[in-house]
């Protein structure tokens, strides 16, 4: 499977998006100074009102880094070579479009000249929504760096939230090994379902009772991963109703006193460390490494923190070292 990478450090420089004003009739040259100047977005659309015809004169130069990035892959086909030219200093609009171009010429639509386009969650790994794409909607996603598909009812392209303000911004695209099938893989703004939930995948079919609704799809009955489910399940017994003279979970216990919820986070970890001095192998090293991660969540739980705050701030370390991440911290 193929990705095209966009830098995470491009969205921090995205901040003059509005996403409450989408505005097709917006002066470009204003929208694209505030957009493009000191940072890695393309220049091929205005990202403020989202048209793909707002684009500043082809003989400017991109003096910052494309936010579309090469991937190296083991074939030699076009798809290999795909934006290389956009990672040289100085690269023009026309050779960026000229890519881009080259990239739709490889992929497979159907006989409508459609792909099915499924949107993930960078963090959770849910799979947010799935509808279809044709060439131009790929090549506006690709642009901006906003999830845009084609609908089949109105005959049209749409950006998601270009009406609910429920918008994905896209930080990877994936085509499978067929080229007939595409993922975006990103960060969702509000809920991704029209519904109002979370995710449009909220109905599981294998529970204990059967077919069953997750309501918000914000639940466990969501299609989650398996942290992000165990993060629902800590939630759920926070908030659960204890019986006079009953005795609670053992989460919410550890909610209720959270010392000692503290005491057991260090006692996890310090039995995690022991598996390697101790060497007492790969299967008790998972066993103490789950029950770090299970008392570490809910230690977040406490504080309010979502595990995908955490997942921010894992992503935004990745393109640089431990040493330098840890020199550019604040001093406590």
Not at 43 to 55: I, L, Q, S
Not at 196 to 216: H, I, K, L, N, P
Not at 302 to 327: H, N, W, Y
């Amino acid at each position: 499977m193929a990705a095209l990478t966009i830098s995470h450090a491009s969205l921090a420089a995205r901040a003059p998006f509005s996403a409450s004003a989408v505005d097709r009739n917006c002066l470009a040259s204003n929208h694209f100074k505030n957009s493009r100047r000191g940072s890695k977005l393309t220049v091929n659309a205005c990202f403020e009102c989202g048209d793909a015809n707002h684009r500043p004169s082809q003989r400017v130069a991109i003096k910052t880094q494309p936010f579309i990035q090469h991937k190296n892959h083991t074939s030699t086909s076009a798809r290999s070579k795909l934006f290389a030219s956009l990672t040289e200093p100085g690269a023009t609009v026309d050779a960026k479009e000229a890519d881009l171009q080259a990239f739709l010429d490889t992929l497979k639509f159907d006989q409508n000249g459609l792909l099915v386009a499924s949107a993930q969650h960078v963090d959770t790994g849910s799979i947010l929504m799935q509808a279809f794409a044709n060439r131009e909607a790929v090549g506006d996603t690709l642009r901006r760096g906003m999830a845009t598909f084609y609908s089949r009812s109105r005959q049209a392209l749409w950006t998601k939230g270009e009406t609910s303000n429920n918008f994905i911004k896209v930080l990877s695209v994936y085509i499978d090994c067929d080229n007939d099938s595409i993922i975006y893989l990103g960060e969702p703004v509000g809920p991704s379902c029209h519904t109002g939930a979370y995710t449009c995948f909220y109905t599981r079919v294998d529970g204990e009772r059967g077919v069953s609704q997750g309501g918000d799809g914000q639940g466990a009955e969501a299609a989650l991963t398996t942290l992000f489910q165990l993060e629902a399940i800590i939630d759920a017994r926070g908030k659960e109703e204890v019986a006079e003279g009953a005795k609670p979970s053992w989460t919410r216990k550890l909610l209720d006193k959270p010392e000692l919820l503290c005491s057991k986070v260090r006692e996890e970890a310090d039995e995690l460390a022991r598996t390697w001095e101790e060497k007492e192998g790969k299967e008790a090293a998972a066993s103490e490494m789950a029950d770090v991660l299970y008392h570490c969540m809910v230690l977040l739980n406490k504080q309010g923190v979502p595990l995908t705050d955490v997942c921010k701030v894992l992503r935004g370390r990745f393109d640089m070292s431990g040493i330098e991440e840890k020199a550019a911290r604040s001093p406590k």
